[in-house]
Each structure stands twice: as structure tokens, then as C-alpha cells.
């Protein structure tokens, strides 16, 4: 279990997005949160490969859902991730 | 109206000339320091030239410099051991022929003082322009400019100056060459195609940032009444953080054990700093700094390349209780390591 998850007490599966910069990563944010998407900015867990040290956290079952989202917007993004 | 602004402008400049210790008419308002750096940068050096610098800079020197190398400029970047400038090193580097020595004098990343006035004296002598980043000291550390061996020196608005984010701004020298990094319109010599001579115009072609040179002037006014006391409370409550962290065996200390500027970083064991740095603003409401402070090689020189650090930095309005929440954050997270 990561130091994150030992303080916010996650136990169910989470996916996170990676976006390219703070600028994305906060646009991606805004579009979600509009669209209904449980999206929370959280840190990237060490060992993933990243240039950008903030995810977006969201349900693994909005994955598609967001993947359109994030196309349709243009947003700069690294992957998706399930943790 | 036109006249009435620039008569603040002017006022904001005289302001920073007598914090400073120098000439109004040889302080360049810019947007940040790594503007200031920039203009420096690329305003003296070109294809053929050397520049010497060491690995604690910031990106904002070092990613001009890697730009500059793509032009045709010899970069040596001396390994700084221990998080220190090796002025014997320095010396060595100077035996070549070197247009300009570029050094920060505190790190961004440690808070270590480096030696400024040995480093722009080996420079001067050597016949290199010797430019001060003093993003991190100003307003902290006495720096009187003209008394410094000092060609150019760069600077910010917001952190030891307290005054607006946006705001910065270079000393030059009377007497260095520089080229500008921008050309247009100064509101003099209109009827001249060519960027005037004259200083400031040269170097501040477009419309001042107006609202953030007011905020800059007033910020140097408020310094300059009451000294570099009002850092004093800032000093102590980040040596009392030093002193209090570093008997945690999970922390590591990367910063000086006597605190010069209240900057202290640390790890927790192994655990990514980014991670801990949001678990402290999420769950403590302690802001800090993780990850690398735009400093890669400076990571590298301390072995932290790929973990990064926290940084705690106190400030002017910070207490006891900041100091004491803290370090109970602190302490909280080493229990769950």
C-alpha cells in the first residue's frame, strides 16, 4: 500500500490519467468535472514514468467516458493508468 | 496620464536602486528573474563565447545555456561537490579563456549560501562578466551591488522582496555590453528605427507591467524601512524545523545545519517527495515544495535525482503554530513509514 492510500484510505481499484502538463492536468479537470466524471487531482505513485508529478483520479468504470472526453477536448496526456 | 505612470515606474526604480546600492538607470524591470537571466544570457554570449556555471543552478539558467550550447557557445557546468561551489575548480575552469561566469548565490534547492564575492572576483580577474542569480537571497542577505564584484545580476519580485509574482528585474552594470532580447517601441527616440542606447529604454521595448512595478516599488519601500529583521521570525522558525526534523531517523536533511535563508528540504525514507508533498497539503494544510525545483543536475549532485526533495519554505507570515503543525505533520508521516 502506498503513503498516499495509508492517508486517504483507498481500498477500490482507481485509474489515473497523466497529463502532460499542469495546464492540462487542470484543464482535463475542469472538462470532467463538468461531465460528470468523479475526477480528483491526486500525485502520481513513484514508479510510474512521468513527466508531471499530479494525476486525475477517477473511477476505473468512467474510462471510456473519459478517454472521449479528453480526445474531444484536446488535451495533452501521457496514458491512463489502473492502479 | 502616459507621464503620471512613468513617474511611478520611476519612483519603483529608485526604490530598488537605493535597496541595491546602485543607479536607478541600471536596474531593467523584467517579468521574472529567468527573464532577467535570459536577456543576460543570450544578450552576451554567442557563437564562440564560453560561459562557466555550476551544477546547483536552476532551469533558469540551465536551459538557456543548453540552447545556447545548440548556437555555437562552450558551456562547462562544474560539478558542485556536497551541494558547494569548489572555488579552486571555478579557478581551474577560468584558466581557459571565459566570456561570462553565471552562479546563483543561494541554492534554490538547499538554501546553501555560495561564495559570491570570492566567485565574481576569480571571475572579474580572469576578464569574465560575472552574472549573479539572486532569486534566492535578495531580500534575506545584505546585497549592496555596487560593492560586490557584480556585473550583472538578476532578480524576482515575489519571494525575499514581497512583492507581486510577475515582477522582476537585472542589474547591468554601467559600462557592460548587453544586446536586448526584445526591440520595439520605449516612448523615446521615436523617430529612429534602430533600439535606443540609452538605459533603461534599451532593454524595456512594450508597455510596462504597471500594477506589478507599483507593487514592487511599494514592496521595496516596505524592505528597505525595516531591514532585513522582518525575516529574522522566518530564519528561526525554519532552524527550529531544521533542528527539530532532522533527530527523525526516516528524514534525511539535505539543507545547511545553520539556516541562512529559510529554506529546508528533506526526504522521508524512500517515499516519492511529490507524494508527501501533496499528503501534506491535503491532510495537514502544510504547503511545500516536492519533486526536483526545476534543479535536475542540483538533484543529481545531492543523489535525489529520481526521488526529488520537500522543501519547506517559512515566510514573513508565518508563526509558531505554522512551525508546530509543521512538524507534527512531520512526525505523523514518519509513524506510517
Known amino acids: 500500500m502506498s503513503l498516499w492510500d495509508k492517508f486517504a484510505n483507498t481500498s477500490t481499484q482507481r485509474a489515473l490519467l497523466i497529463c502532460s502538463s499542469t495546464h492540462h492536468l487542470l484543464l482535463a479537470e475542469k472538462v470532467l468535472l463538468e461531465n460528470g466524471v468523479t475526477a480528483k487531482v491526486v500525485p502520481v505513485p513513484g514508479g510510474l514514468v512521468t513527466h508531471c508529478s499530479s494525476g486525475l483520479e477517477f473511477p476505473p468504470s468512467q474510462e471510456a467516458q473519459v478517454r472521449e472526453l479528453i480526445a474531444k477536448s484536446g488535451i495533452a496526456h501521457e496514458g491512463i493508468h489502473l492502479l | 496620464m502616459g507621464l503620471e505612470a512613468a513617474r511611478f515606474v520611476l519612483a519603483a526604480r529608485e526604490q530598488l536602486g537605493e535597496l541595491l546600492g546602485v543607479d536607478s538607470s541600471s536596474l531593467i524591470f523584467t517579468k521574472n528573474t529567468t527573464e532577467a537571466l535570459n536577456l543576460a544570457l543570450f544578450g552576451s554570449l554567442g557563437p564562440g563565447s564560453r560561459v562557466v556555471t555550476g551544477a546547483m543552478e536552476h532551469n533558469s539558467v540551465l536551459r538557456p545555456l543548453e540552447a545556447l550550447r545548440g548556437r555555437g557557445v562552450d558551456v562547462e557546468v562544474l560539478p558542485a561537490p556536497g551541494g558547494e561551489l569548489d572555488l579552486e575548480l571555478l579557478e581551474e575552469a577560468l584558466k581557459k579563456r571565459t566570456t561570462m561566469v553565471v552562479l546563483s548565490h543561494v541554492s534554490?534547492?538547499?538554501?546553501?549560501?555560495?561564495?559570491?564575492?570570492?566567485?565574481?572576483?576569480?571571475?572579474?580577474?580572469?576578464?569574465?562578466?560575472?552574472?549573479?542569480?539572486?532569486?534566492?537571497?535578495?531580500?534575506?542577505?545584505?546585497?549592496?551591488?555596487?560593492?560586490?564584484?557584480?556585473?550583472?545580476?538578476?532578480?524576482?519580485?515575489?519571494?525575499?522582496?514581497?512583492?507581486?509574482?510577475?515582477?522582476?528585474?537585472?542589474?547591468?552594470?554601467?559600462?557592460?555590453?548587453?544586446?536586448?532580447?526584445?526591440?520595439?517601441?520605449?516612448?523615446?527616440?521615436?523617430?529612429?528605427?534602430?533600439?535606443?542606447?540609452?538605459?533603461?529604454?534599451?532593454?524595456?521595448?512594450?508597455?510596462?507591467?504597471?500594477?506589478?512595478?507599483?507593487?514592487?516599488?511599494?514592496?521595496?519601500?516596505?524592505?528597505?524601512?525595516?531591514?532585513?529583521?522582518?525575516?529574522?521570525?522566518?530564519?528561526?522558525?525554519?532552524?527550529?524545523?531544521?533542528?527539530?526534523?532532522?533527530?527523525?531517523?526516516?528524514?534525511?536533511?539535505?539543507?545547511?545545519?545553520?539556516?541562512?535563508?529559510?529554506?529546508?528540504?528533506?526526504?522521508?525514507?524512500?517515499?516519492?517527495?511529490?507524494?508527501?508533498?501533496?499528503?501534506?497539503?491535503?491532510?495537514?494544510?502544510?504547503?511545500?515544495?516536492?519533486?526536483?525545483?526545476?534543479?535536475?543536475?542540483?538533484?543529481?549532485?545531492?543523489?535525489?535525482?529520481?526521488?526529488?526533495?520537500?522543501?519547506?519554505?517559512?515566510?514573513?507570515?508565518?508563526?509558531?503554530?505554522?512551525?508546530?503543525?509543521?512538524?507534527?505533520?512531520?512526525?505523523?508521516?514518519?509513524?506510517?513509514?
Open chain 2, 108 to 337: 534554490n534547492v538547499t538554501g546553501a549560501v555560495l561564495p559570491l564575492a570570492q566567485a565574481g572576483k576569480l571571475a572579474q580577474d580572469a576578464g569574465a562578466l560575472f552574472l549573479a542569480d539572486v532569486a534566492q537571497s535578495l531580500g534575506y542577505l545584505p546585497l549592496n551591488l555596487s560593492e560586490l564584484p557584480v556585473d550583472l545580476a538578476a532578480f524576482p519580485g515575489h519571494k525575499g522582496l514581497l512583492g507581486p509574482m510577475g515582477t522582476g528585474g537585472l542589474y547591468v552594470r554601467p559600462g557592460v555590453e548587453l544586446e536586448p532580447l526584445l526591440y520595439g517601441g520605449t516612448g523615446s527616440f521615436s523617430d529612429s528605427l534602430s533600439q535606443p542606447q540609452v538605459m533603461p529604454d534599451r532593454f524595456e521595448a512594450g508597455t510596462p507591467n504597471l500594477p506589478g512595478i507599483m507593487g514592487l516599488g511599494a514592496a521595496a519601500k516596505f524592505i528597505q524601512e525595516r531591514g532585513q529583521e522582518i525575516h529574522r521570525s522566518a530564519l528561526l522558525l525554519g532552524q527550529k524545523f531544521r533542528e527539530q526534523v532532522a533527530d527523525l531517523p526516516q528524514i534525511t536533511v539535505y539543507s545547511p545545519e545553520q539556516v541562512a535563508v529559510p529554506v529546508v528540504s528533506v526526504n522521508f525514507g524512500q517515499e516519492a517527495s511529490e507524494e508527501v508533498a501533496t499528503i501534506l497539503s491535503e491532510f495537514f494544510r502544510v504547503a511545500v515544495r516536492g519533486g526536483l525545483h526545476c534543479a535536475p543536475l542540483a538533484h543529481r549532485t545531492l543523489g535525489t535525482g529520481s526521488q526529488g526533495a520537500v522543501r519547506f519554505s517559512f515566510g514573513y507570515g508565518n508563526t509558531q503554530k505554522d512551525l508546530e503543525g509543521a512538524i507534527g505533520a512531520v512526525q505523523a508521516i514518519c509513524q506510517k513509514l
